[in-house]
Each structure stands twice: as structure tokens, then as C-alpha cells.
């Protein structure tokens, strides 16, 4: 189980919309199923990513004001704007999460998120339990309710998405820090609820959080050889 484990932990600053994808992408790739599982924090340059399966072409004003500094996610979902945000990534292998369907690894691994935003005061429920939320799908990741969407006194905060492969499960989300446009596209932020966090006290909290839920232990860790080799071929390939 995911539960009493060592994590590899690495942590990224201000990297463009590229670097952090190309990052993710690596993690993934290079995850073997003896690898140390890894949880990895990390900020953005002003940018914007999109789900893997949407047309870049839907969107050309938002690719001229963010000046490209755009790229596609490793996973599906929407629209999702940067800069104003932290976000997390966690490589770990199946085997952590037997007998669990897709929501239920979900459900388990988002815990450490309604763990961090409850630490701050916050009353932080998954869409699926709030009556009044209508699930529905939207091109902009903040628009649109899933099941697993954290809510905060009924305004989604942040969003989560995941991919599998045989012998590893990705996840990475994103909690907006500070609000940057009154936009229902942008959602909520923890600047809406009163809180400002820092970059590094986002991170410490996180991690705290993260060693709560799942008791688990982090090493300070960068991306190895074999990562950075891979995330150099996917930078060359997009070039």
C-alpha cells in the first residue's frame, strides 16, 4: 500500500509550461517497478497548460496572450491557467494501490489534499458529496465539476488528473495560491478564503500533510540521469 513509505521528493521553481511538463512526462516514462515512488512540488512561469486530447487550434487568443508559453499535460482535462499556483506530481508504482478502481485511487491519494486545506481552517469536501454540485464537463479545467474536485464553501480550488500504465499510476493537480482575474476560468484561490501562503510555506505545508496522511518519509531528491536524459529528448523533440 501506499501507506509507511520512503518518497523521493523534488521540488521546482518558476519552470515555464514546457520544463514542468516535460518533467512530469520523464517521471513518468523512466518509472520502473522498482523505483522509488516520488511526490514532486513545484511553481510556474504566467502560462497554460491543456488535457491532453484538446485541440490547440480552439485556442489561439489564449496561445497569443501567453505568449506560447503553453504545452499539452501528460493527462486529460481542460484548460488550466499557471503562475498563480502550486502544484504537486506523484509517481508511484500499481502495486501501492491494489484492488481500487480509478476513483477510489483518486479519492485515496486526493486525501492528502483535503488534509493540507483543512490544516488551514478550510472546510474542503470532494464534489461528490455536496448535494447541490451538478457534475458536469467544461474546456476549462476550473469551469466544469468531477466527481473528485475539491470544493471549498462551494467554489471548486485547484484540480486533479491522472494516468496509468502497467506498473505506475500518475497524479498531479494544482491549488491556486493567489488570484490573479475575477474569471470563473481561473476558480477559486486560497487568496479568496482569506489565507496567503507563500511559495515555500505552501510547500512545507504540503509536505506535512503528505507525511500525515500516508506516514510516509521524504528524501530530498533530483531528477537522476536517466530522468534528465529523457526530459532532454523531449525538449529537442518540441523545439
Known amino acids: 500500500m501506499i501507506f509507511n513509505k520512503k518518497f523521493r521528493l523534488i521540488i521546482s521553481h518558476n519552470i515555464n509550461s514546457i520544463g514542468n511538463t516535460n518533467i ?9 517497478n522498482d523505483s522509488m515512488p516520488i511526490l514532486r ?7 497554460i497548460t491543456f488535457g491532453v486530447g484538446q485541440n490547440l487550434n480552439d485556442y489561439d487568443n489564449l496561445l497569443k496572450e501567453y505568449e506560447n508559453n503553453f504545452s499539452k499535460r501528460i493527462t486529460g482535462g481542460g484548460v488550466l491557467f499557471h503562475g ?3 502544484s504537486y506530481s506523484l509517481v508511484i508504482p500499481s502495486s501501492f494501490i491494489e484492488n481500487k478502481n480509478v476513483k477510489e485511487t483518486y479519492e485515496l491519494i486526493c486525501s492528502f489534499i483535503l488534509d493540507f486545506y483543512k490544516s488551514l481552517g478550510l ?3 470532494f464534489a461528490k458529496d455536496i448535494e447541490s454540485i451538478v457534475l458536469s464537463k467544461s474546456p476549462f479545467c476550473q469551469v466544469g465539476f468531477e466527481a473528485y474536485d ?6 471548486k480550488i485547484g484540480g486533479n488528473a491522472q494516468k496509468k500504465a502497467k506498473n505506475v499510476i500518475f497524479q498531479h493537480g494544482s491549488i491556486p495560491l493567489i488570484s490573479i482575474k475575477n474569471d470563473e476560468k481561473f476558480g477559486a484561490s486560497l487568496e479568496d ?3 496567503n501562503l507563500t511559495f515555500d510555506e505552501a510547500i512545507e505545508k504540503l509536505k506535512e500533510a503528505f507525511k500525515r496522511t500516508f506516514n510516509a518519509e521524504l528524501l530530498e531528491s533530483q531528477l537522476n540521469e536517466n530522468e534528465l536524459n529523457i526530459y532532454n529528448e523531449l525538449c529537442k523533440v518540441q523545439k
Open 24 to 32: 512530469d512526462n520523464a517521471l513518468f516514462k523512466s518509472f520502473k
Open 41 to 47: 512540488l513545484y511553481s510556474w512561469e504566467k502560462g
Open 84 to 86: 498563480h499556483d502550486i
Open 123 to 125: 472546510n474542503a469536501s
Open 150 to 155: 475539491i470544493i471549498v464553501n462551494g467554489r
Open 193 to 195: 478564503f482569506s489565507i
